[in-house]
């Protein structure tokens, strides 16, 4: 049974940083893409990054520059680093990881998802 588990997350004031953690178990995604989604209440679910099986990265614009993701795949986990937060970065935030070595920008394209975890920027 495919596991990804989100930690990191928090409240934090503008201006601030939260390194989200992905853990998996189940399955070995050193050679799939993962990726990082959030959720505002009231929205949809959106994309903020990506990484491949080669660690080539993909952003959405609201997250270049400010934003990293990084995989260990030792440990099967996959990392947001998130640095100058906003409040409008306020949302849950999930993990999701592709039976693919490419990366995607829409969650159709992921078969394994998180529950998610709260990143409150107050302002």
């Known amino acids: 049974q495919v596991q990804l588990v989100e930690s990191g997350g928090g409240l934090v004031q503008a201006g601030g940083s939260l390194r989200l953690s992905c853990a998996a178990s189940g399955r070995t995604f050193s050679s799939d893409a993962m990726g990082w989604f959030r959720q505002a209440p009231g929205k949809e679910r959106e994309f903020v990054a990506s990484?491949?099986?080669?660690?080539?990265?993909t952003y959405s614009d609201s997250a270049k520059g400010r934003f990293t993701i990084s995989r260990d795949n030792a440990k099967n986990t996959v990392y947001l680093q998130m640095n100058s937060l906003k409040p409008e970065d306020t949302a849950v935030h999930y993990c999701?990881?592709?039976?693919?070595?490419?990366?995607?920008?829409?969650?159709?394209?992921?078969?394994?998802w998180g529950q998610g975890t709260q990143v409150t920027v107050s302002s």
């Open positions: 990484i491949n099986w080669s660690a080539f990265s």
């Open positions: 999701a990881a592709r039976r693919s070595p490419e990366s995607a920008v829409s969650p159709e394209g992921y078969a394994y």
